[in-house]
Structure formats: C-alpha cells, structure tokens
C-alpha cells in the first residue's frame, strides 16, 4: 500500500512516525485530535498478544500537549482539574480529570510536571488547548498556552523495560511508575515516562523535536528486535480488560467523575477553587442515577470492538447502554464497559443487550476484568 493512498486533505495531521508506520505495515488509520493514528497493522488479536508476551511500538502522536507555562501556571492548572495538585512533584506524572462547569468531563489526560511553573496536559480525544486558552482570557492568571512540538510514542509491554535498558542504560530502570525524566537518544531530545495506554509495564517517549520522528522510530525498533518488539496500534482489547476508558466512549462532557467511580480524582475539601467545583459538589450530595459496571456478554466472540452503543434492558425496560465492547481470547469471553441504571448496578445482575446481531445474556461483573491492581504496569 502506498503513503498517497491515505488523506483526508491537509486539515487531518500526519505525526512524525506516519512514514514509518506504513513502511512497518500500517494499513489503516482512524482520526484522533485532528491527526491520523495507526489502528490496522494485522489481526488486531495477534497485536494483543504481541503487547502482553514481549512488546508493541505505537504512533501515538495524536496525544498532543497542551503546555503551561508563565509565573501563575500552577494555580492556573489547579483551576482546570478537581485533583488536588498540592503535592504534585517537579518530575511527577498524575492522571487527572478536566470538567466543565456543571461538572461534565472534558478529557482525562495525563498530566506531567516539568518545572515549577512548566506543564504538560497528555490529551485524550478532545480540543483542551482551546478550552485552556478560552479559560485563560478571563482568570487574571499571567500564563502562556500552546501546543508544544512533542509527539509521544508508547513502548508497552513486559519486555519494553529491557528495550529501554537497551537504549538508555541501566538508570532508567529507576524510573518510577507515573514519573518521568528528559533524556537524549542520539542527540534526540526527548522526555520519557514510565506511563501508558495499555495496563502493561510501558513507557511514552515524548520527542521535542519532529524532524526526528524518522529516526527515533527506526532506532527503537532496531534495539527492540532481539527482545520480539513488534509495531503496533493501542490495544482494544487490553485497555477493556483493564477497564481504562476511552474518551467519547465511555465517557463524554455529559459524563460526571462520580459516575465512573473516580472520586479519587476530586477532592472537593481542598481550599484552591476549580472550574465545577460547585456542581461537583451538588452532584456528590444528590447522589448519580447511573454509573459505570462491567459486563460479561453470553454470545458468539465479538468481532472487533463496538462501533455504536449497544442498549441493555431489565425485564423489557431500558436501563443503559454498553460503551465499549470486545472478545479475551484470554479470557475466552466477551467483554464490555457499561453504563446502566444505579438500581441495576450490582455484580451478578442479569440484563438483556442488543446486539448487532441480537439480544444476548449479560452479567454485569467486577472491573477491571485483568489484574484490577494494576500490578503490571506499576511493576
């Protein structure tokens, strides 16, 4: 397949790794942040396995950063999340939630902390440094917001660390999980953190400049052979067994922190104010009407993930709807993130969800569904 048989026009944004990615067998692209990002190089199950036994290269440029910077950046950051950032260390890394003001949930990025007043926000699928700079002409805040020339990349899996030996010596296996360190690689700036989209041990590799997209992609395929690195594309599945949302799926700016259970990420006693804080806190006290569950679906393997929402019945009643949905061949069951009625809620309930095929037997489950203490990754 030739690089020319992809485009959408210039308004779609090629990463640095595009050219690479083809040359190392991509062959389909979906659109994320207004940037193309690799999800076809094969059976997307043989990538599963590729991720959990050795390790996958992903293009993941389309995280673009959102950076911070000016004397009042911290307290300007602050204003954006309900997660207190108090304590958050120069070289910290922390996954945070930014809300709106009725408390619906704009993105969950990453956030890094590269100095006292230097930020990074990691995006999920959505315009944050518009929201950031629209927030910014009104705060009385002196702060300077722009996208930065980074593109990460994610090395994942149980062999990425002996990859990462490979490429930058044995110190980076001081690395601490959600902590991260600016290095080079061959004259190549960068930054790299013990971080990723997948619940395996991984890494992001941040390149500071794109005119060596190229070449880092190369480099680190090259050091990972001996190791079976593979390229590769986030995996569906993974990131369902470990029950990690995926933005404008499982959640949306309709979508409130209490709903999907993240009240670690809201901390409504702290003196700093944040954007939402009041409807967070009425949200808190009335209490939600649905929430996010687990779902184990009694049918014929999924094949690849859902593409709408499926709707789930109690007794003939609408009570919610699967977010997203795939086969573990691990597991050897399909399996879904959900969001349902409160009422219905409980491990063990039995509910009806429409297929595309038809009505299967669901039952909603505990999740993560795959080591629900994050060993893995924190390992």
Same mark, same amino acid.
């Given at each position: 397949?030739? #690089?020319?048989?992809?485009?959408?026009?210039?308004?779609?944004?090629?990463?640095?790794?595009?050219?690479?990615?083809?040359?190392?067998?991509?062959?389909?692209?979906?659109?994320?942040?207004?940037?193309?990002?690799?999800?076809?190089?094969?059976?997307?199950?043989?990538?599963?396995?590729?991720?959990?036994?050795?390790?996958?290269?992903?293009?993941?440029?389309?995280?673009?950063?959102?950076?911070?910077?000016?004397?009042?950046?911290? /307290?300007?950051?602050?204003?954006?999340?309900?997660?207190?950032?108090?304590?958050?260390?120069?070289?910290?890394?922390?996954?945070?939630? #930014?809300?709106?003001?009725?408390?619906? #949930?704009?993105?969950?990025?990453?956030?890094?902390?590269?100095?006292?007043? =230097?930020?990074?926000?990691?995006?999920?699928?959505?315009?944050?440094?518009?929201?950031?700079? &629209?927030?910014?002409? =009104?705060?009385?805040?002196?702060?300077?917001?722009?996208?930065?020339?980074?593109?990460?990349?994610?090395?994942?899996?149980?062999?990425?660390?002996?990859?990462?030996?490979?490429?930058?010596?044995?110190?980076?296996?001081?690395?601490?999980?959600?902590?991260?360190?600016?290095?080079?690689?061959?004259?190549?700036?960068?930054?790299?953190? /013990?971080?990723?989209?997948?619940?395996?041990?991984?890494?992001?590799?941040?390149?500071?400049?794109?005119? =060596?997209?190229?070449?880092?992609?190369?480099? #680190?395929?090259?050091?990972?052979?001996? =190791?079976?690195?593979?390229?590769?594309?986030?995996?569906?599945? /993974?990131?369902?067994?470990?029950?990690?949302?995926?933005?404008?799926?499982?959640?949306?700016?309709?979508?409130?922190?209490?709903?999907?259970?993240?009240? /670690?990420?809201?901390?409504?006693?702290?003196?700093?104010?944040?954007? &939402?804080?009041?409807?967070?806190?009425?949200?808190?006290?009335?209490?939600?009407?649905?929430?996010?569950?687990?779902?184990?679906?009694?049918?014929?393997?999924?094949? &690849?993930?859902?593409?709408?929402?499926?709707?789930?019945?109690?007794?003939?009643?609408?009570?919610?709807?699967?977010?997203?949905?795939?086969?573990?061949?691990?597991?050897?069951?399909?399996?879904?993130?959900?969001?349902?009625?409160?009422?219905?809620?409980?491990?063990?309930?039995?509910?009806?969800?429409?297929?595309?095929?038809?009505?299967?037997?669901?039952?909603?489950?505990?999740?993560?569904?795959?080591?629900?203490?994050?060993?893995?990754?924190?390992?």
């Amino acid at each position: 397949m030739q #690089i020319e048989d992809f485009g959408f026009g210039t308004q779609i944004r090629k990463s640095p790794y595009f050219d690479a990615t083809v040359r190392w067998g991509a062959k389909g692209f979906s659109v994320y942040n207004h940037m193309y990002i690799p999800r076809d190089f094969g059976d997307p199950e043989q990538n599963f396995w590729n991720l959990v036994n050795d390790a996958i290269l992903c293009d993941v440029a389309v995280e673009r950063q959102v950076e911070i910077t000016g004397p009042d950046a911290a /307290r300007f950051v602050q204003l954006l999340t309900p997660r207190d950032l108090s304590k958050m260390s120069v070289g910290q890394c922390k996954y945070i939630l #930014i809300v709106n003001a009725e408390g619906g #949930i704009l993105n969950d990025p990453i956030l890094l902390r590269l100095a006292e007043n =230097h930020f990074w926000i990691s995006l999920a699928d959505s315009d944050i440094l518009l929201w950031a700079q &629209g927030v910014a002409v =009104h705060s009385g805040l002196d702060v300077k917001i722009e996208e930065p020339d980074v593109s990460p990349l994610q090395l994942q899996g149980p062999k990425s660390g002996e990859i990462m030996q490979d490429l930058f010596g044995d110190s980076i296996l001081d690395l601490k999980y959600y902590w991260h360190r600016e290095l080079e690689l061959d004259g190549i700036p960068l930054l790299v953190s /013990r971080t990723g989209w997948s619940s395996e041990l991984g890494y992001e590799i941040y390149l500071r400049d794109s005119a =060596h997209g190229d070449g880092l992609w190369e480099r #680190i395929m090259a050091a990972g052979m001996k =190791h079976g690195l593979k390229p590769g594309h986030t995996s569906s599945i /993974r990131r369902i067994e470990g029950g990690m949302l995926s933005y404008h799926a499982d959640a949306d700016i309709k979508t409130n922190p209490y709903e999907l259970g993240l009240d /670690r990420l809201v901390d409504l006693d702290m003196d700093a104010d944040f954007i &939402g804080k009041a409807a967070l806190r009425r949200i808190k006290q009335e209490g939600v009407s649905r929430i996010q569950i687990g779902v184990i679906i009694d049918c014929a393997p999924i094949k &690849g993930p859902n593409t709408t929402f499926w709707t789930i019945n109690k007794d003939g009643t609408n009570i919610g709807k699967v977010t997203s949905a795939v086969y573990s061949s691990r597991l050897e069951r399909n399996i879904a993130l959900a969001m349902v009625h409160i009422d219905h809620a409980q491990i063990g309930t039995e509910v009806e969800i429409i297929t595309p095929s038809g009505p299967a037997r669901g039952t909603v489950a505990e999740r993560p569904f795959y080591d629900p203490k994050k060993k893995l990754a924190a390992a």
